[in-house]
């Protein structure tokens, strides 16, 4: 059974930072490409940034210098480091594998 467990949103000034992590158990990690995808209220889900097999990444436009996403291979745990944020940035932030999500874990920028 896979299961992925987000943790590391909270509330940020905008241009501070932020490191979100997703546990995962039951993934063959290094088989699989992974992603995180974001969904602000009254908004649809939309990707955020993607990760292969392989290690090749992928950005939405609107994160790419800012956002960087990457693999901790011994850990099986997915990061999301987020700097420079903005307001717009503001949204449940979901760990993503296959047809697999994690709960969400909740990021506001506000001053």
Sequence with gaps: QVQLVESGGGLVQPGGSLRLSCATS????????????????GKQ????????????????????????????????????QMNSLKPEDTAVYYCNEGDNW???TQVTVSS
């Design 26 to 41: 039951g993934v063959i990690f290094t088989h699989s490409g992974m992603a995180w995808y974001r969904q602000a209220p």
């Design 45 to 80: 889900r939309e990707l955020v940034a993607t990760i292969s097999k392989l290690g090749a990444t992928d950005y939405a436009d609107s994160v790419k210098g800012r956002f960087t996403i990457s693999r901790d291979w011994a850990k099986s745990t997915l990061h999301l």
């Design 102 to 104: 994690g709960q969400g």
